[in-house]
């Protein structure tokens, strides 16, 4: 069979060009004495002083070097061996079927091409194949594996090479670098993809997941440091779990295991009291808003997860109160800033922030000594108390007719900010012309109103303007985007003040304006000015509220667009509805305006019941009026059950006999057993009834001492939610 040699010409740079065709090719050319062909393997005789790491190239040039000089009769060879020594560093690298056992070095040339390798023509790699003749000659006496190409030179490793006439006596043996006349042709195997690892992203309800990144294996990864984003949520970092709200890797942290693996976003709420927001940014944990930051329970605070990484707070003025436990865990802390609207300070609001050392108080001496401070607060009033009062200097952006202005207040010792927004006066107009600014008065219709009993459609009514002959509505979903309005109706009625627009999308805010048009004498339309953009707010939609803790439920919605604030309602016993709270209106006056609030917490329930909810958004016009949108569709949540109060006891040999107080709402219970009290806990009963109040836990060892732990789970349409574990009670086995 005639084939195509490539001789390889090496200089500075490394270049192949073409050999004449020959009619066959000898199986060995060196100057040694060809056996009958055999093909032997030889693996348990190579030393193992290697890493695999899934590249095949790579693998068979560190398999090969880690047996430099060593001899064929240490390995075990009694044939020519170059050829076998390349096929079993194949065999221990896993690419046999790209290098196939074969004790002839023409023939493993044969099958190398037919497994899919190709012929290289430019740029050798470590990994690739080289065949030889010592002589200079056309015929293919030796193989070895390329570990090193420098400036264009070759560097190989192989078998069965030295002087020796002995073939137990050739050895394993570097050539560096090999001369262009030796090289007959060099291959490259059809190596298996070097083996990866991928570590896939979840923003688990959120959006903007980082891509999915590839690891090597025994290589660390160093994890993507873009962040999802949820609206009205803060992300907090990665867990292996989706529905435990535990951070097991941040942005940025290395990945070690050589294992697939999904990870998913873990949520803080954005809310850390009615009106306050919460964010941490390198290392500083920023509370702004008004009103009293919640209580919390040890580990429930929603940066609670973070707590090593922060070491400044910043409480910004308007906050009232420090609830019980807001810092509990910061060890890392070491700074804080308190203003000076702060009056009361709950029990261990800083229990455990044994680095803090430095408090900044933006009243006087006197003020601090009127706040009231709780109990086991000792990190704070052992701390190096720093008193401030804020001298502001002002620039003021003038307001106009249109456009808004500001006054900004700017502190000369801290450069702490205020500002203070100024609205635009709008228009006065005295016959046809603002009194203000000049501007002439165009007429246009005007939309009164947007309303709707139904959560598909809306009814716009706007004012009747004579001598037209009818009005086009206009709508649209981004009010701002000039191109997205489009006509939804004409009117051909100049008397017609209204039009109910349906099957409009549950969650969406339409937005609408009217304008009116005669004709004239040709039938063409003479159109005015549009009205100014009017809407009705959408419906809500709830988005995963639930429970955590024994008093309170967390309510969660998505951020109606436009909507100036919400009204949460909740199911009485009756069956009718009570309103629990309006965030963002007082007396039909805007407060802080809460249309981005999607969150709210419902206190001072009772432990395992449930409760019913629907929620409403509004907007309130410049006039006063309050314009809600349609009601969300109920939603029911189970408060979560208290602990169990948990006894044990030791039956017999094998048993044990567990005992508890029956939890109010209880649907079931799980009892976890641990052979540790500190940690290794199992579940070895699921409970499905609520009233049961014991178990006998069967299969125990005698002599034994066992760790038992209980808690109570309410279930609502199929969702569980678990309360707190009870004590720990251990039960020694008879």
Known sequence: MKKRIIALILASLFVLSALPVHASIDLEGQDHAAPTLLTQSCTSGFCTDYTLTGDGAADMVSIALAQEGRTGGELGYTEEWCADFVCDCAIIASQSEAVPQYGGVAGLYDRILSAGGTEVSSEPQPGDLCFINWNGGTNMGHVEIVYQVTDGSVYTIGGNSGSADSLSDRWVKKHAPLSEKYILAILRPNYAAPQSYTVTYDANGGEGAPAAQEKTPSVSLELSTQTPTCEGLVFLGWSIDPHQPQVDYRPGDLYELDSDITLYAVWGDALCGDE???????????????????????????????????ATAVIDDGITAIGIQTFYGCVAMTDITIPETVVSIADQAFFGCGALTDVYYGGTSENWQSITIGIDND????????????????????????????????????????????????????????????????????????????????????????????YELWRTTTPDDESSWSLTKTINDGTSDHYTNQGLTIGTTYYYRVRAFSLDENGEKLYTEHSAPAYMPAAVVFDGPYSNATFRIRLRWLQVQGAHGYQIWRQNEDGSYSVVKTLGDKGNELTNDQGATTAYSNCELTAGQDYTYKIRAFTITEDGRKIFGAYSDISTIAVMPDAPVLTGESLKATRAQLNWNIVNGAKGYQIWVSDAEDGGYRIIKSITDGTLDQATIYDLVSSETYYFKIRAYVEIDGKKTFGAFSSIVPVTIQ
């Not at 290392?283 to 707590?307: C, F, K, M, Q, V």
């Not at 006054?407 to 205020?418: D, F, L, M, S, W």
């Open 276 to 310: 306050i927001r919460w964010a941490l940014e390198e290392g500083i944990l920023t509370l702004s808003g008004t009103g009293a930051i919640y209580d919390w329970l040890e580990d429930t605070a929603p940066w609670y997860p973070l707590r090593d990484t922060i």
């Open 379 to 470: 990190p704070l009033t052992s701390a190096t108390l720093h008193h401030h009062t804020h001298t502001y200097g002002s620039v003021t952006t003038e307001h106009t007719c249109t456009e808004p202005g500001q006054i900004t207040y700017t502190c000369t010792e801290c450069g702490h900010t205020v500002i203070e927004p100024l609205e635009a006066t709008d228009h006065d107009y005295q016959d046809d012309s603002c009194i203000i600014c000049g501007s002439a008065q165009v007429k246009v219709p005007q939309i009164l109103s947007c309303y709707s009993k139904a959560q598909t459609s809306v009814k716009v009514t706007w004012t009747v303007m004579e001598g037209v002959d009818g």
